[in-house]
C-alpha cells in the first residue's frame, strides 16, 4: 500500500539535503518522503581523492544511517533509489533493493535533485554500499587514463609518472565545461596556465577529440580501444568518463513530455515543470544556474525548489528563482585544483575581494607572510594556502591546504558522520 506524504525529495547529494532541510525547519507540519536512496553518504567533492587512492573512500563516506540522518521529526528517509515516477498519479516506486525495498510513495509536489549521470564519480542508484567500496577499489587499482584535469593530477599524486596519461577534451582545450556552460566565457590566461601545469608539470597529453559512442559513455577499467568519432582509435588500459553525461531522470519519470531531449527537466523561471507544476528541479532543469561557486548556487536553488514545493500545496504562487540568498554569483570558479595534497597542484583564480587581500593575492603574496602567522594553526596547511611569498597563488601548498580545507565543506551541506563505514562492509572488505 502507499505512503502518503505532502512533499517528496528524491536524491543524496547536497541539492535533496537543503531542499529537505528548508521544509523540516520552516513548514514543520508538512510531512516529507526523503528519498535519499543509499544507506550511505558519500562526499562527491572528493571523488578524485578516492578514486585514485581507495584507501581514503571511507574517510569521506558515512556508512552508519543513525549517524548521518538528521533528526527532522517531519521527514521519514527512505533508503532505496527511486526506480519510477508516475507524474501523472503523483506515485514514486522505489527499487526493489535496499532497506525500503519496492516502496510505494505518493506526493502532493516533488523535488528531483538527482544529480548528473558520472559514472564511477557518484554511485548509480541502488548501490549498496559494499558494492560501492569495491567499485572504488576497482578502480583505484585499475586507473591509467583519465578524462578531467583534477582526476589527472590525483592520478599523478597516487600513481606516479610511469602510466602515459593522455585527457582528452572534445574542444580541444581544458576547462572548457566549467566555463562554457556556468559563466560567460573562459579566462585565457587560466586556460592556458592550467594547460600548461598539466603538459610541463603532470606530464599529462591533451588530445583534442570526442568519443560520441554510447558505450563509451561509461568507464571501462580494463583494457580496450576508444573509437574517436575523427576515426582515429586510442588504446587504454582505463577509460574514465569524467563529464556529466546528463541528468539522472533517464527511465525516471513516466511522462516523456516533463523532459527534453537531454533529460533535463523542462521548467519556467521558477525551477518548476511547465507541465507538471507540482515537480521542481534542482540543478538537471533547462534553466541553467549561472556562476560560482556552483554549491553556492545549487543550494539557493533547493530551498527555493522547496519554498516552490510549499506553494504548491498551500495553494500560493510561485515565486520566480532570483539566486539571492547566496553570496553573489563569481564569473570565474575561485580555484582549479589540479591533483590534492603532497604532488598536487592548485590555482587560486578568482576570490571575491575581500578574501583577495586577505591573501594577499593583489600583490602576489604567500607565505611566510600571508596568511598572517596567527592564522597558521587554524586548518593545517593553512601556511601555505596562498602559495610561497613574491610568487603566483598557485602551487603545492594551495594543494596540500585543500585537502583540510574540502574535509570542512560536508557538514555545511548536511554530510555528518564521514571516516565510518559501519557494519554493512564487512571488515576483510574494508581497505587497511
Ligand atoms: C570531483 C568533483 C569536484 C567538485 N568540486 C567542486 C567545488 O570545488 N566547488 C563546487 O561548488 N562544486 C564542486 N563540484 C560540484 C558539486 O559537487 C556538485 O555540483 C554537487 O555535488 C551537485 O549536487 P547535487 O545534489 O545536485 O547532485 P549529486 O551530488 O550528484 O547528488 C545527486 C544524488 O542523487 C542520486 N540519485 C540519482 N538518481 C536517483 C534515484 N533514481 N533515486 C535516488 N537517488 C538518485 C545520485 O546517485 C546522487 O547521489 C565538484 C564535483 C565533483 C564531482
Request: with cysteine; aromatic share 8%; proline share 8%.
Amino acid at each position: 500500500m502507499a505512503s502518503a506524504f505532502d512533499v517528496a525529495v528524491v536524491g543524496a547529494g547536497m541539492g535533496a539535503f537543503h531542499a529537505a532541510e528548508e521544509i523540516a525547519k520552516k513548514s514543520k507540519d508538512t510531512k516529507v518522503a526523503f528519498i535519499h536512496g543509499y544507506t550511505f553518504q558519500e562526499w562527491a567533492l572528493a571523488a578524485a581523492i578516492f578514486l585514485n587512492n581507495p584507501d581514503e573512500h571511507e574517510k569521506w563516506t558515512a556508512g552508519v544511517p543513525e549517524k548521518w540522518q538528521q533528526k527532522w521529526a517531519n521527514v521519514q528517509y527512505f533508503m532505496s533509489s527511486v526506480e519510477t515516477i508516475d507524474c501523472d498519479k503523483k506515485e514514486i516506486k522505489l527499487m526493489n533493493k535496499g532497506p525500503h525495498a519496492g516502496a510505494v510513495i505518493t506526493y502532493k509536489a516533488v523535488v528531483l535533485a538527482t544529480g548528473s549521470k558520472s559514472p564511477l564519480i557518484t554511485p548509480s542508484p541502488g548501490t549498496s554500499l559494499t558494492e560501492r567500496v569495491s567499485e572504488v577499489r576497482a578502480c583505484g587499482s585499475a586507473l591509467k587514463l583519465c578524462h578531467s584535469w583534477e582526476m589527472c593530477g590525483d592520478f599523478r599524486v597516487h600513481n606516479g609518472y610511469s602510466a602515459r596519461v593522455i585527457l582528452l577534451s572534445r574542444s580541444g582545450t581544458v576547462l572548457d565545461t566549467d566555463f562554457g556552460e556556468k559563466s560567460a566565457k573562459p579566462d585565457a590566461k587560466v586556460v592556458e596556465k592550467v594547460t600548461n601545469v598539466l603538459k610541463d608539470k603532470m606530464k599529462v597529453e591533451v588530445k583534442h577529440g570526442s568519443a560520441s559512442d554510447p558505450k563509451f559513455s561509461d568507464a571501462i577499467l580494463s583494457p580496450g580501444t576508444l573509437q574517436l568519432d575523427s576515426g582515429e582509435t586510442l588504446d587504454f588500459d582505463v577509460y574514465i568518463p569524467c563529464f556529466p553525461i546528463g541528468p539522472n531522470t533517464e527511465r525516471l519519470v513516466s511522462s516523456q513530455k516533463i523532459l527534453d531531449d537531454r533529460g533535463a527537466l523542462i521548467t519556467n523561471d521558477s525551477l518548476q515543470s511547465t507541465s507538471h507544476p507540482e515537480v521542481f528541479g534542482v540543478g538537471i532543469t533547462t534553466k541553467k544556474l549561472f556562476g560560482h561557486p556552483v554549491s553556492s548556487r545549487l543550494t539557493a536553488a533547493s530551498k527555493h525548489c522547496a519554498q516552490g514545493a510549499l506553494a504548491v500545496i498551500q495553494g500560493k504562487p510561485v515565486q520566480v528563482f532570483q539566486d539571492k540568498e547566496a553570496p553573489p554569483p563569481l564569473p570565474q570558479p575561485m580555484n582549479v585544483k589540479i591533483g590534492h595534497g603532497k604532488g598536487g597542484y592548485m590555482l587560486w583564480t578568482s576570490l571575491p575581494g575581500p578574501a583577495k587581500v586577505c591573501c594577499c593575492q593583489c600583490c602576489n603574496g604567500g607565505f611566510p607572510f600571508c596568511p598572517p602567522p596567527c592564522c597558521w594553526c587554524c586548518i593545517p596547511g593553512c601556511s601555505g594556502a596562498c602559495g610561497t611569498c613574491g610568487s603566483p597563488p598557485e602551487g603545492e601548498g594551495p594543494a596540500s591546504f585543500m585537502v583540510h580545507l574540502l574535509a570542512k565543506f560536508p557538514p555545511n551541506h548536511g554530510f555528518k558522520g564521514l571516516g565510518d563505514y559501519g557494519a554493512e562492509v564487512p571488515k576483510q572488505a574494508k581497505m587497511a
